[in-house]
DNA sequence: AAGTTGTACGAACGATCGTACAATTAGTTG
DNA sequence: CAACTAATTGTACGATCGTTCGTACAACTT
């Protein structure tokens, strides 16, 4: 397709502009999005703090190239792998995916949604606006998915309320507590509400 | 008792801590906890910079310090208000409590250990320990209070998890997204919680 | 009264922040 | 080759950060 245009200014551009994400969504996963500086990105990655800043032109638009980065991190490895799977097998799939993007930990601070949420959820402006609507997309695709289970004997939005619970709390205190085993809990209760909103009266 | 001794050279200057404390613990619920500026801290309460860094001798310290205020403040208004109830009732109340506090922003980015905790969650250091301690023991309490539920049908662990996660995520969304329903979602699953787990075999 | 203690202040420190802009380098054209 | 363009750099700026220091003054002790 189309791919014959290929500039090597503009090509090499690209591949610095995708290292400076890659490595400011790993920043803010632990530092957060306002923790995330400019000179350290630059430092860490030696480039230029003029050139980093001339990527993107504030540190806004910064944060929010940086979480479009990190969406498109989050729907490869955990949206993508649930295929084409429907009914039961694909929230299972979602779900059970979304546990194991989190415990391997493919943002050294957990989830990278569950980071800069907490950090921006008071907040006002167009970052926070991008981050609550990631985080509605992500819980309206459970809800969907949890109303496509055929015979579903329990409201999608509340069982999905239930089920997202199980996920966040298992990433926090998973991160606070370096503690594992809490996803066996998270499990356990993802489990229990699938066979009880599955079972057949 | 002992309260005779009355310097008031010291009296106001904890009077000074304290307010310094309280609207400390306040920024730091929507700002975080780095986010909170000693140099703000000052502006806001026409205190001079070196006033408000005296009281603690590094930011560090009031953040720790800010930790210990904000502690205080939960245990008087989720922790005390379940009085000596026992059972059930005391589980409950310690839920509705948490419910009220968060829901009634108490502090104005809604509940300020989930604000930090997702903060300092994956950093090292004093304040993060503290900060992990404190939600050590929240779950703790709510383990032990289920653990004390007449003939429970649930290991307490798990259920406390369960209703941990409900109480946690109605007040990460109901703040991210200015939305107070999420409470209703929490309110559900938490009695259902509770229904499963008290219904007679 | 004199001396001591504790709080709060103002000024200044070096470091880092985000941002601006001109100069330079590397790659693409004619 | 020269002309052009896009990515990157160096230098500098004003602001703010946490921190240090010497000082002022009120309140306590003797």
Redesign the pocket.
């Known amino acids: 397709m189309g791919g014959v ?13 995708r290292q400076i994400l890659r490595r400011a969504a790993v920043i803010a996963s632990v530092e957060g999005l ?1 923790g ?5 990105l ?2 860490e990655l ?17 944060q929010l190239a940086t979480v479009r980065a990190a969406a498109r991190i989050f729907v490869d490895e955990v949206i993508t792998p649930a295929g084409a799977a429907t009914g039961l097998a694909r929230l299972e799939r979602l779900l059970d995916g979304w546990l194991a993007y989190s415990e391997r930990r493919t943002f050294p601070g957990g989830c990278f949604f569950y980071s800069v949420q907490a950090e921006f959820d008071a907040r006002t402006g167009r970052v926070r606006d991008s981050i609550a609507e990631f985080d509605r997309g992500w819980v309206e695709l459970i809800r969907t998915a949890a109303a496509d289970v055929p015979d579903l004997a329990a409201d999608p939005a509340q069982l999905a309320f239930e089920l997202v619970a199980y996920l966040q709390l298992a990433n926090a205190r998973s991160v606070l507590h370096d503690d594992p085993d809490v996803y066996a809990h998270a499990r356990a209760a993802v489990r229990a509400a699938l066979d009880r909103a599955t079972r057949r009266a």
């Open positions: 245009k290929v500039d090597g200014r503009v090509e090499r551009g690209e591949q610095t502009r306002e995330l500086s400019i000179g350290r630059a430092t030696e480039i230029s703090k003029s050139g980093v800043f001339a990527h993107f032109g504030s540190k806004e638009e910064l």
